[in-house]
Nanobody, 123 residues
Framework: QVQLVESGGGLVQAGGSLRLSCTVSGDTFSRYPMGWFRQYPGKEREFVATISRGGGETIYADSVKGRFTIARDNSKDTVYLQMNDLKAEDTAVYYC????????????????WGQGTQVTVSS
């Protein structure tokens, strides 16, 4: 059974930084393109960033481009989301996910999900 566990969320002031981590177990991590999504209360989960199996291709939502960086370490079965210059509107629950086949911005193409980690940015 594939399991994803996020960590690194918390409370930070606007302009600050956080790094989220997501460790995968139960299967070969390098098989999966990985993504980060976030969810506001009462809203659907939205795409943040995604990275290919080998890490050579990344895609970002326009709202985070230039501020967030997705990376992965296949030797550690972990994907990261470095978040810089955080804004109040980045406050959300962040989820990592493993895609079924291809790098994708569509949440429907992700097969496995973590439990989420709260990020709160105070203004």
């Amino acid at each position: 059974q594939v399991q994803l566990v996020e960590s690194g969320g918390g409370l930070v002031q606007a302009g600050g930084s956080l790094r989220l981590s997501c460790t995968v177990s139960g299967d070969t991590f390098s098989r999966y393109p990985m993504g980060w999504f976030r969810q506001y209360p009462g809203k659907e989960r939205e795409f943040v960033a995604t990275i290919s199996r080998g890490g050579g291709e990344t895609i970002y939502a326009d709202s985070v481009k230039g501020r967030f960086t997705i990376a992965r370490d296949n030797s550690k079965d972990t994907v990261y989301l470095q978040m810089n210059d955080l804004k109040a509107e980045d406050t959300a629950v962040y989820y990592c996910a493993a895609a079924d086949r291809f790098i994708s911005v569509h949440r429907e193409t992700y097969k496995y999900w973590g439990q989420g980690t709260q990020v709160t940015v105070s203004s």
